[in-house]
């Protein structure tokens, strides 16, 4: 593989992030934000677990963490350097690179855990195609059948996201963290290229993630926070799991009894 220089990924890998952030908000000027149709319907049904749910922030958070030392790092010539010099910039980026080493592992640890966690939601089911047939129903507003996860969110943030790209970026992040294990010049220079494309693919995949997640899609966000939905929600968006709980016997809450649980306690 021809090295790519640092440089060259820095400027395609910034065209790439702006050029994601200009399609959402020309999506969200366009489309505007998916409501729930039916309205709320003010009962809830649970959705993640606190374990989940903590697992997921506490990876979203070291993702960040991550991606603004790393990035800062990256496009740091092109834009910190130029706003607050080059001295400042050494001595920030001393900090960064013990930052971005120190939580590395940790960050693994959270996305190994993640895989394992989620795989089951994330199997491919028969009815996953009419997903992709009926374009997730993002623009007709017809939504196909979906159970937990949707067939987009399987395909993208968990396959192509957390798995491939998550693994590339892992793998050679741990490489490239402790580099006294006899790997050669070559597969070191490997591994910084593919750290470098593979982190900034998984920031656009999780920009995307991070609109529908909230911004882009009523009643998503909740389920994140407090771990449940809206039923209207979960029939909307995810209807062969909101079969899935009847048929298990699980009984909507009233969204004001379950506040007022939240508030004895």
């Not at 400042?88 to 120190?102: C, E, I, M, P, S």
């Not at 070559?186 to 910084?192: D, P």
């Not at 899935?244 to 939240?262: D, F, H, R």
Request: charged share 15%; hydrophobic share 50%.
């Amino acid at each position: 593989m021809e090295h790519i220089s640092d440089d060259a990924i820095a400027s395609y890998g910034a065209g790439a992030l702006g050029l994601g952030i200009l399609v959402l908000g020309v999506i969200y000027a366009i489309r505007g934000r998916v409501r729930i149709q039916p309205g709320r319907a003010n009962k809830t049904v649970p959705r993640w677990t606190p374990f989940e749910r903590v697992l997921h922030w506490y990876v979203a958070i070291l993702f960040i963490v991550l991606a603004v030392t790393g990035g800062g790092l990256l496009f740091g010539r092109m834009t910190v350097i130029p706003a607050v010099g080059q001295e400042a910039f050494t001595a920030w980026a001393g900090l960064a690179v013990l930052t971005h080493k120190l939580l590395g592992p940790a960050f693994v640890a959270g996305v190994l855990v993640m895989i394992v966690l989620w795989m089951g939601n994330n199997i491919p089911a028969r009815y996953d195609w009419e997903f992709f047939k009926q374009g997730g129903g993002f623009v007709t507003g017809k939504y196909p059948p979906a159970g937990k996860v949707n067939a987009g969110d399987k395909l993208f943030v968990y396959w192509l996201g957390l798995v491939i790209t998550g693994t590339i970026v892992c793998a050679t992040g741990l490489i490239l963290e402790f580099p006294d294990y006899g790997q050669s010049a070559e597969t070191m220079q490997l591994s910084g290229t593919l750290h470098l494309i593979g982190a900034l693919a998984w920031m656009l995949i999780i920009l995307g993630h991070t609109y529908l997640g909230s911004l882009g899609v009523e009643g998503a966000f909740e389920a994140m926070i407090c771990g449940r939905v809206d039923v209207n929600f979960a029939k909307q968006h995810h209807d062969m799991w909101a079969e899935e709980l009847m048929q298990m016997g699980v009984a909507p809450q009233s969204s004001q009894a379950l506040k007022e649980t939240n508030d004895d306690a």
